[in-house]
């Protein structure tokens, strides 16, 4: 499984409101061919954020994603539900986080990867950095790494030159 934070890992971390107050964020397109490559070949998806958004939940569904966990500042409580709902080891999951508050997650998971631009704590505390920012690429980096190292990458490529 792939748990993402989404401020500052699947987005860039900034906060965008119009004079209604109406929230946008920005996602990156090559990180959601990423999320569906893995989905493809059996890897399941999870959403951990501390904000609540109807953004992230349309997001969410565009993708497939059936595990989203929102407006959880306290995230270590929201990953042992998600364990209880999936039934999955901690230590069969990846988990990328870019803050303080994520460091109790990425503390327990089989592999914690954070952002190029996270926190330096949190980067001190991971197991991979990525060369790419949140929200800029990243999380196709880590899903990108997820293919390679279960020998799927260039299944997924073939499969896309094959169309």
């Given at each position: 499984m ?17 004079s ?17 490559s ?28 059936e ?36 460091i ?29 920012e949140?929200?800029?690429?990243a ?25």
């Amino acid at each position: 499984m792939l748990a993402l934070d989404v401020d500052g890992v699947l987005t860039d971390g900034r906060l965008y409101f119009d004079s209604q107050g109406n929230e946008m964020k920005a996602f990156h397109t090559r990180d959601g061919l990423g999320i569906k490559s893995l989905q493809r070949h059996g890897i399941t998806l999870a959403l951990i954020t501390g904000r609540s958004s109807q953004i992230v939940a349309r997001r969410a569904e565009q993708l497939g994603i059936e595990h989203v966990y929102q407006g959880r500042n306290d995230k270590l409580n929201a990953f042992h539900e998600l364990l209880a709902d999936t039934g999955m080891n901690e230590q069969n999951i990846c988990y990328a986080g870019d803050d303080w508050i994520d460091i109790p997650v990425l503390d327990r998971v089989g592999l914690a990867v954070t952002v190029a631009d996270a926190d330096d704590v949190v980067k001190n505390r991971a197991h991979w950095v990525t060369r790419r920012e949140g929200g800029h690429g990243a999380v196709r980096e880590i899903c990108d790494l997820i293919l390679a190292a279960r020998g799927l990458d260039q299944r997924v490529l073939d499969g896309i030159l094959d169309q």
